[in-house]
């Protein structure tokens, strides 16, 4: 609680826990043989349709020039592939392989269990209550 009685900013209170939930992911997913971008890649690839670098950069909220190197080693080890647009030749469509969903969920799954010890921390009738608050916050949380 804040010193003058009050509650802190929500920033405040949030980014130690994502600080912590993102040093525990980054060994999960160098296990599976992928960085941070590029599940968030795979992730946005798996839940979406088919979308150029551009639109990919945007909805990942990344600067399309940062994330060239990260889907040059998605597709190098064949997560994801790269096709022309039949309607505009200097564009490339990107779309995950069966190879890139099985490692987004293998490696979803491990996070995920890491995040249930992390969650078995809060009894159990506020677990949904916390996911589901967290859900209504996050902003396009239902957006592909």
């Known amino acids: 609680m804040a010193k003058n009685g009050g509650r802190r900013d929500l920033a405040a209170m949030l980014q130690p826990l994502m ?3 993102i040093a525990a992911e980054l060994p999960v997913l160098a296990s599976h043989g992928i960085s941070m971008w590029g599940y ?7 839940d979406g349709p088919v979308r150029t670098q551009a639109a990919l950069a945007t909805a990942i909220g990344a600067d399309k020039t940062r994330i060239i190197s990260t889907l040059d080693t998605l597709q190098e080890s064949g997560l994801i592939s790269r096709t022309p647009d039949p309607h505009d030749r ?4 990107l779309s995950i392989t069966d190879d890139g969903r099985r490692v987004r969920r293998s490696a979803q799954t491990d996070i995920h269990a890491h995040e249930d010890r992390l969650l078995a921390r809060l009894p159990a009738a506020d677990r949904r209550v916390f996911l589901d608050a967290v859900h209504t916050l996050t902003p396009d949380a239902d957006a592909p």
């Open 40 to 46: 968030v890649v795979l992730s946005a690839l798996d």
């Open 19 to 21: 600080r912590s939930l």
């Open 90 to 93: 200097r564009v490339r469509l």
